[in-house]
């Protein structure tokens, strides 16, 4: 029998920070700002493996499971250093009386039939509640505004004079709470993709006169067109996704499928902690990019080196959180594991796709 596939909740952006460094609780989902780790943090984990300069916080997401549970994607300014840390209440340690109510509730969704024992109604309405709460915490900041396909000239907030940074100089980005909604269905999408797949290599080289020719064409070019064809397919199924709900920063689906903007083969690898094979969890999306250069205005320069399409992140399939030695020496009973990020580029697609764009 096969297994329902899991309900896909839609990171939407809500207000903006008053001041970009405002602290909040772990459990408020954001974007930018400074991350509210509930313990320290090792500063190696903190820095880009690329270039060594310290990252700064692109999302953070309450994600709970039968413990609290807080993701925090950083990345580097350069470009190409990306982190993704879970920070997770350790299971021995009873943690009822130190629940925050802006915490967003939820169960395990895993692949295991036998570990199913969430109700996806509750955690979406979870999901909804929490990220409204926190969206609440501000105002008197207008929202953003709804991506166009080009960008606009207005900005969606106040424009920051300079890149906000905190006072160990590490870079903060522009703050804006999420609220969660649960993604439609996205109805029949190999409908999008079937005029693709009923292109005719014949047709592409109707101008060749030659027969002889044609078919040496045909020979050489085939795997081009094939993977060409692969790669049409794989986009236009990201594009729709991303134009039925174009605001969306983020797509988060527990144990569920990405959406992938380049067709490849992702190989996320094992947990550190345990050992197990990481699921994806969450992916970044293009809009998200968009509010942030908004916001920047001048300043917009210190992350033109980010060009991805979509930023995905895997996790622990077993999501581990028994106690370690790591969780003792802190003594606030958390564990922090370094899980994997994948960032797909735009400059990885065919060319023929730019025209899409």
């Known amino acids: 029998m096969t297994m329902p596939s899991p309900p896909t909740f839609l990171g939407m952006p809500g207000q903006w920070a008053k001041d970009f460094r405002e602290p909040s609780d772990p459990y408020t989902n954001k974007i930018g700002g400074?991350?509210?780790w509930p313990l320290p943090i090792d500063a190696d984990l903190l820095r880009c493996a690329s270039c060594a300069a310290k990252l700064c916080l692109l999302a953070q997401v309450s994600a709970p499971l039968s413990q609290p549970r807080i993701l925090f994607i950083l990345g580097c300014v350069c470009g190409s250093g990306w982190r993704?840390?879970?920070?997770?209440?350790?299971?021995?340690?009873?943690?009822?009386?130190?629940?925050?109510?802006?915490?967003?509730?939820?169960?395990?969704?895993s692949e295991d039939e036998d570990e199913g024992n969430m109700?996806?109604?509750?955690?979406?309405?979870?999901?909804?509640?929490?990220?409204?709460?926190?969206?609440?915490?501000?105002?008197?900041?207008?929202?953003?505004k709804k991506r166009q396909n080009r960008v606009s000239s207005s900005s969606p907030c106040q424009k920051p004079t300079t890149l906000v940074r905190n006072d160990n100089d590490v870079p903060v980005l522009p703050c804006f709470?999420?609220?969660?909604?649960?993604?439609?269905?996205?109805?029949?999408?190999?409908?999008?993709?079937?005029?693709?797949?009923?292109?005719?290599?014949?047709?592409?080289?109707?101008?060749?006169?030659?027969?002889?020719?044609?078919?040496?064409?045909?020979d050489k070019e085939h795997y081009e067109y094939d993977k060409a064809l692969t790669a049409d397919r794989t986009y236009l199924k990201f594009k729709k996704r991303l134009d039925a709900c174009p605001e969306q920063c983020f797509r988060y689906s527990y144990s569920g499928r990405p959406i992938l903007a380049v067709a490849e083969e992702i190989k996320p690898g094992s947990c550190s902690l345990c050992g197990k094979p990481r699921q994806f969890e969450m992916q970044l999306m293009?809009?998200?990019?968009?509010?942030?250069?908004?916001?920047?205005?001048?300043?917009?320069?210190?992350?033109?080196?980010?060009?991805?399409?979509?930023?995905?992140?895997?996790?622990?399939?077993?999501?581990c959180?028994?106690?370690?030695?790591?969780?003792?020496?802190?003594?606030?009973?958390?564990?922090?594991?370094?899980?994997t990020v994948v960032a797909q580029y735009e400059e990885s697609m065919p060319a023929q796709l730019s025209c899409l764009s």
């Open 34 to 36: 400074i991350p509210d």
């Open 84 to 109: 993704v840390l879970r920070v997770q209440k350790i299971a021995s340690v009873d943690f009822s009386q130190q629940k925050d109510p802006g915490q967003v509730e939820g169960a395990d969704v």
């Open 119 to 144: 109700d996806l109604e509750e955690l979406g309405r979870a999901l909804f509640e929490a990220g409204t709460l926190a969206s609440s915490k501000t105002k008197n900041k207008k929202p953003p």
């Open 177 to 218: 709470y999420i609220y969660s909604q649960e993604e439609p269905s996205p109805g029949d999408l190999t409908s999008v993709c079937s005029n693709y797949a009923s292109l005719s290599i014949k047709e592409n080289g109707s101008d060749v006169e030659d027969p002889s020719q044609a078919e040496e064409t045909w």
């Open 286 to 319: 293009p809009p998200l990019l968009y509010f942030l250069q908004e916001a920047l205005g001048d300043q917009r320069q210190m992350i033109e080196k980010w060009e991805w399409m979509t930023v995905i992140v895997y996790t622990c399939s077993e999501s």
């Open 321 to 339: 959180c028994e106690e370690t030695e790591q969780a003792k020496s802190n003594s606030k009973g958390w564990i922090v594991a370094e899980e």
